[in-house]
């Protein structure tokens, strides 16, 4: 089965890439996770690690986060503006934090552990690199509050619960 058909990523395609969104997935050997803007508008490449061993659940996380990228580029308008907004760092916790939201609302889990596992594995850490992600108890703790977000107090809506990380949770991270 194509991991774009596995129902978890379709389901947070639905939520975070909806109507004239084209995505291609694309598995490489020894690839970072990563999402590139295509030439045409509204398309986009999702690359990810073809690694031994590895059960397409383990992509379930790092690719929404991915995904939540792309919601983010859509959101913006394009690559430029939406780092002309934000700092690395941040655009990175928010796709962390979206990735919180849509794992709890529109996949239902009821267990964050399978996103902070894997979130060992992705990013980069160290603070000085332009392409930081923020240290690992950032990373969860962005999660988490997408995680716990009372959604239904944002009317079900991402760009509700959006502007909310930007606007009140992102400030509670750079404290960590």
Do not use: W
Request: charged share 25%; hydrophobic share 35%; aromatic share 12%.
């Amino acid at each position: 089965m194509r991991i774009s058909q596995k129902e978890n990523i379709r389901a947070a395609i639905k939520s975070l890439a909806p109507g004239n969104v084209s995505l291609i997935f694309l598995g490489c050997a020894g690839a970072p996770f990563s999402t590139r803007p295509g030439e045409a508008d509204a398309s986009y490449t999702i690359y990810y690690p073809i690694l031994p061993r590895s059960a397409p659940d383990d992509y379930v996380a790092p690719l929404i986060h991915e995904l939540s990228h792309v919601y983010q580029l859509q959101l913006s308008g394009s690559y430029a503006k939406l780092t002309h907004s934000y700092s690395m760092r941040r655009i990175e916790l928010g796709a962390d934090y979206l990735t919180g939201v849509v794992i709890r609302n529109y996949l239902n889990s009821s267990n964050p552990t399978q996103f902070e596992h894997n979130l060992q594995l992705v990013g980069k850490y160290r603070e000085t690199d332009t392409e930081a992600h923020g240290r690992p108890e950032q990373r969860v703790a962005a999660f988490r509050y997408g995680f716990h977000l009372p959604f239904e107090e944002f009317k079900q809506d991402l760009r509700l619960a959006n502007r909310e990380f930007q606007r009140n949770r992102y400030g509670d991270l750079e404290d960590f």
